[in-house]
């Protein structure tokens, strides 16, 4: 099938992972918008479909497949390209997939528009090129907060992930590029920016500039009114960091700080760079600057050898520490890591409960952090419309909902918080314009 000749084109994009995964989404999803492509939502028919894909777990493996047999069913005559990390690792697998035309890895993605004329089927590109693709929020991705790409790869060797395999040696944008990067997305009407990167506290170490510098620079930016950090390592959380952040007047109260364990000995086995002293510390530092802040952290529990009362350092820690965003995830044995070297591989039912357990635990104390709320005010940028309730964020990267009849799309406005509602593992505030 020849693209390039259809008069009507569309392409659907379903993104898997993280914050990063969804700034380079935006960017491919833009370059389409200008050659002449209507985005439309994945799951209705198109003549592209593009999965931009995960491997850090087996789940995200198996999210991958069963979307492109949805993309099969939605779109049976589209040209399915799968990208990303899972295209990175197991491209031979994705060979023996029926539907799919083009495989693309972490850097080829982006020469997407290079291979989609081809008449090939299974088409496999995976480069290990070490350069930096910038990538950001664009207004084809229908978002409100933009994610700017800083930093991509890492040079770390935990254990346990396989990231640094997938996505290469750690590389930055410099500080001019970010900032050129920012204006623009200022000018697109965005008010929120999340910096985002694999590992964006080796942004000085790799690039030779200072993150300080460049949070200022974009916090100088008049249009900015908010901005955040994505996932910071907790031995690069520095002091300076914290004062740079506090000092903009613009950084929200939300940190994102992986744990992956409360075990100093899982810690060493896991080659991570910090110990749980230091963990602790780092929070009521962060707390000193950032009173209100809300914490999130990645959580690895299952961790080969993990004995019942390692895990139980963890739920403790997880209970005892000013934690309210747990992202959970049962260990997955990735083919090439250290880890999956290791004797005492748990099993799936006990990595089930403990990942259970740690969950439970998490959405109770997301609600006890919600419910403190009620009775201040709070600002909130709003996203969007649901059910007749305008739906946005609060600094504290808390879910709020308001019945107004204002269109509050992009707004930022002062809101009174009345209420807190848990509902199917959901939390959020209710609440009126102040």
């Known amino acids: 099938m020849e693209i390039s000749s259809l008069s009507s084109k569309k392409v659907s994009f379903h993104t898997l992972g993280c914050r990063l995964n969804f700034s380079e989404s935006g960017a491919i999803a833009q370059g389409f918008v200008d050659r002449g492509y209507e985005v439309v939502e994945f799951g209705t028919s198109a003549d592209v479909v593009f999965l931009n894909t995960c491997t850090v777990t087996d789940g995200a493996d198996s999210a991958c497949r069963n979307l492109i047999r949805k993309a099969q069913v939605s779109s049976p005559e589209a040209k399915i390209v799968v990208a990303g990390c899972y295209a990175q690792m197991e491209a031979e697998k994705l060979k023996t997939m029926q539907g799919v035309d083009l495989i693309l890895g972490t850097s080829e993605k982006y020469k997407v528009f290079d291979y989609l004329d081809s008449e090939k089927e299974h088409e496999v590109h995976i480069d290990k090129s070490s350069e930096f693709w910038g990538a950001a929020t664009t207004l084809a991705d229908s978002r409100t907060r933009a994610f700017l790409k800083i930093q991509d790869g890492c040079n770390y060797v935990c254990s346990f992930c396989i990231i640094p395999f997938a996505r290469g040696r750690s590389r930055t944008i410099t500080v001019a590029d970010a900032l050129v990067e920012a204006k623009a997305l200022a000018a697109k009407g965005f008010k929120e920016i999340v910096l985002t990167g694999v590992n964006i506290g080796e942004y000085e170490s790799i690039s030779g500039e200072r993150l300080t510098d460049l ?24 002091r300076e960091l914290l004062e740079t952040l506090k000092a903009t007047g613009k950084y929200q109260d939300h940190f994102h700080i992986p744990l992956q364990s409360g075990s100093d000995q899982i810690l060493t086995s896991m080659r991570r760079k910090y110990t749980t002293a230091h963990y602790k510390d780092l929070l009521a530092e962060v707390q000193s600057f950032f009173p209100e802040a809300a914490f999130g952290a990645d959580v690895i529990v299952g961790y080969p050898g993990e004995t019942e009362e390692q895990f139980l350092e963890t739920f403790n820690l997880l209970r005892t520490q000013p934690l309210t965003h747990f992202h959970v995830f049962p260990y997955s044995k990735r083919k090439g890591t250290t ?20 969950v439970m635990l998490g959405d109770a104390k997301l609600a006890d952090f919600a419910a403190n709320r009620v009775g201040q005010t709070t600002e909130v940028l709003f996203e969007n419309e649901v059910d007749g309730f305008w739906e946005g964020y609060s600094s504290n990267f808390l879910r709020v909902r308001v019945r107004s009849g204002e269109l509050l799309k992009n707004e930022i406005r002062r809101i009174r918080i009345e209420g807190h509602h848990q509902a199917m593992r959901s939390t959020w505030l209710s609440g009126s314009l102040a």
């Open 339 to 358: 880890a999956a070297k290791l004797e005492n591989q748990i099993q799936s039912s006990v990595k089930k409960d403990r990942v259970r357990t740690l």
């Open 215 to 238: 949070v200022k620079r974009i916090a100088d930016i008049p249009e900015v009114m908010r901005l955040r950090l994505g996932s910071v390592e907790p031995n690069t959380v520095t």
